[in-house]
């Protein structure tokens, strides 16, 4: 495929969808062809034609108008919607079209993606690794399954940064789920808490790639932050490697979907409050149990505004954070004065997962936000480093929130 003749197909025009489209018409692909839902409805849809118009691409009515019109689909979707959107345009695929998904997607949702996929077109997981809107098509992505190859070698002109890591759908998944939760730039030891990225033996590669980004020793461990006894084991992994631990960030959480209130089940309540509550709970106890007989440490709690300003969409994540709260106060109450305990509660980032959410509805809403934005990623490292350091030794107990004025808006 020339590279002055390729028609690309982008599904999903949130904020990376559009700065996929902008960023590859301004590298010289002249036929490209968008897809957003988006666009029906009465409210937004004028702005998604507006901004189509902006970067001088076109809009199709459907799913099915990209297949047939494009050569290269790449699938910015929300992770919930991989498998709806599939079933959609399967039908409409050629075996010799390269379909890319780049949705925050969970690992086994990749791979059901690529059984369904079964020679209707050529199945790529794709993983964006640095933030969108920072870096647009630049941003490291890394890539798995057969025909993971011919997508970089057919976009690395254009300007893609695309890493291959595996012949297998799954796997450029699994090795951006550890990254994005492991990254903190905090301590010497960064812990990763999914079991996806060892099977998929992308564990060493992630840990290196994380290790290359922050100049520090990272020692891979593996653990289910929602099992007592795996919490047990990695506070006692951690001192076996590295001797000491200064600084604890839970940062671990999940927010599973559900319809009305009434329909979640029994097991996304449990789990739901496993990761967000029970875990953090146990490793902060335990951490700060040993930093207080070493002679001190901080512990940090990484909350959200649903805490206190829930949607109905969010409740028992909301209720799992507030009670993270309560954990900040009994630590710091129990161990100190040694031990420092504070909660940052975090407001709309744009990171990785931004761009699965509703680009026209999210500006809607950040409109009447205080500073009328989300934040970047590094706008909460300075917080984090606050509780982390001793620039905070007179601190402890505080919850803070960094969030633009989300929780001052009425939804």
Same mark, same amino acid.
Not at 96 to 123: C, H, L
Not at 216 to 223: D, I, Q, S, Y
Not at 358 to 367: H, I, K, P, W, Y
Not at 384 to 392: H, R
């Given at each position: 495929?020339?590279?002055?003749?390729?028609?690309?197909?982008?599904?999903?025009?949130?904020?990376?969808?559009?700065?996929?489209?902008?960023?590859?018409?301004?590298?010289?692909?002249?036929?490209?062809?968008?897809?957003?839902?988006?666009?029906? *409805?009465?409210?937004?849809?004028?702005?998604? =034609?507006?901004?189509?118009?902006?970067?001088?691409?076109?809009?199709?009515?459907?799913?099915?108008?990209?297949?047939?019109?494009?050569?290269?689909?790449?699938?910015?979707?929300?992770?919930?919607?991989?498998?709806?959107?599939?079933?959609?345009?399967?039908?409409?695929?050629?075996?010799?079209?390269?379909?890319?998904?780049?949705?925050?997607?969970?690992?086994? &949702?990749?791979?059901?993606?690529?059984?369904?996929?079964?020679?209707?077109?050529?199945?790529?997981?794709?993983?964006?690794?640095?933030?969108?809107?920072?870096?647009?098509?630049?941003?490291?992505?890394?890539?798995?399954?057969? =025909?993971?190859?011919?997508?970089?070698?057919?976009?690395?002109?254009?300007?893609?940064?695309?890493?291959?890591?595996?012949?297998?759908?799954?796997?450029?998944?699994?090795?951006?789920?550890?990254?994005?939760?492991?990254?903190?730039?905090?301590?010497?030891?960064?812990?990763?808490?999914?079991?996806?990225?060892?099977? =998929?033996?992308?564990?060493?590669?992630?840990?290196?790639?994380?290790?290359?980004?922050?100049?520090?020793?990272?020692?891979?461990?593996?653990?289910?932050?929602?099992?007592?006894?795996?919490?047990?084991?990695?506070?006692?992994?951690?001192?076996?490697?590295?001797?000491?631990?200064?600084?604890?960030?839970?940062?671990?959480?999940?927010?599973?979907?559900?319809?009305?209130?009434?329909?979640? &089940?029994?097991?996304?309540?449990?789990? &739901?409050?496993?990761?967000?509550?029970?875990?953090?709970?146990?490793?902060?106890?335990?951490?700060?149990?040993?930093?207080?007989?070493?002679?001190?440490?901080?512990?940090?709690?990484?909350?959200?505004?649903?805490?206190?300003?829930?949607?109905?969409?969010?409740?028992?994540?909301?209720?799992? *954070?507030?009670?993270?709260?309560?954990?900040?106060?009994?630590?710091?109450?129990? =161990?100190?004065?040694?031990?420092?305990?504070?909660?940052?509660?975090?407001?709309?980032?744009?990171?990785?997962?931004?761009?699965?959410?509703?680009?026209?509805?999210?500006?809607?809403?950040?409109?009447?936000?205080?500073?009328?934005?989300?934040?970047?990623?590094?706008?909460?490292?300075?917080?984090?480093?606050?509780?982390?350091?001793?620039?905070?030794?007179?601190?402890?107990?505080?919850?803070?929130?960094?969030?633009?004025?989300?929780?001052?808006?009425?939804?």
């Amino acid at each position: 495929m020339e590279q002055a003749t390729l028609r690309l197909g982008i599904l999903g025009f949130g904020e990376a969808g559009f700065r996929f489209a902008k960023d590859f018409a301004q590298a010289g692909v002249a036929d490209i062809v968008v897809y957003s839902r988006t666009a029906a *409805k009465a409210a937004a849809g004028d702005a998604v =034609y507006e901004r189509a118009k902006e970067i001088g691409v076109q809009l199709a009515k459907s799913p099915r108008e990209v297949a047939k019109r494009a050569d290269l689909i790449i699938a910015l979707t929300p992770g919930r919607s991989v498998i709806p959107v599939l079933r959609s345009i399967r039908k409409h695929l050629r075996p010799e079209q390269i379909y890319v998904d780049a949705s925050s997607a969970a690992v086994t &949702t990749m791979e059901r993606a690529a059984e369904m996929m079964n020679g209707s077109a050529r199945f790529v997981d794709a993983a964006i690794m640095s933030p969108v809107p920072l870096n647009g098509i630049k941003a490291a992505t890394v890539a798995s399954g057969e =025909y993971a190859e011919q997508f970089r070698t057919l976009m690395t002109p254009y300007g893609m940064n695309i890493k291959v890591v595996g012949d297998k759908p799954g796997m450029a998944s699994a090795m951006k789920l550890i990254r994005s939760v492991c990254i903190k730039g905090l301590s010497a030891v960064l812990l990763e808490s999914l079991e996806a990225a060892q099977r =998929y033996g992308v564990l060493e590669a992630a840990a290196a790639d994380i290790a290359a980004a922050t100049g520090r020793k990272v020692f891979p461990v593996v653990a289910h932050v929602g099992d007592w006894r795996q919490c047990d084991a990695l506070i006692d992994e951690t001192y076996a490697l590295a001797g000491r631990l200064d600084v604890l960030v839970n940062n671990a959480g999940i927010a599973p979907l559900y319809g009305r209130l009434h329909e979640a &089940t029994e097991e996304l309540f449990d789990k &739901t409050l496993a990761v967000n509550l029970k875990g953090p709970f146990r490793l902060a106890a335990l951490a700060a149990h040993r930093m207080s007989e070493a002679g001190g440490g901080s512990v940090i709690n990484i909350s959200s505004v649903a805490a206190e300003r829930p949607t109905e969409h969010e409740v028992p994540y909301g209720a799992a *954070k507030a009670g993270l709260h309560v954990v900040t106060a009994g630590i710091a109450l129990e =161990y100190g004065p040694a031990v420092r305990a504070n909660t940052i509660m975090a407001g709309p980032f744009l990171t990785d997962i931004s761009a699965t959410w509703d680009a026209a509805a999210f500006a809607e809403f950040a409109a009447r936000m205080p500073l009328r934005r989300g934040g970047q990623p590094d706008e909460i490292t300075g917080a984090a480093l606050y509780f982390a350091s001793d620039l905070s030794r007179f601190t402890t107990g505080a919850l803070l929130r960094v969030d633009g004025g989300q929780a001052l808006v009425r939804r």
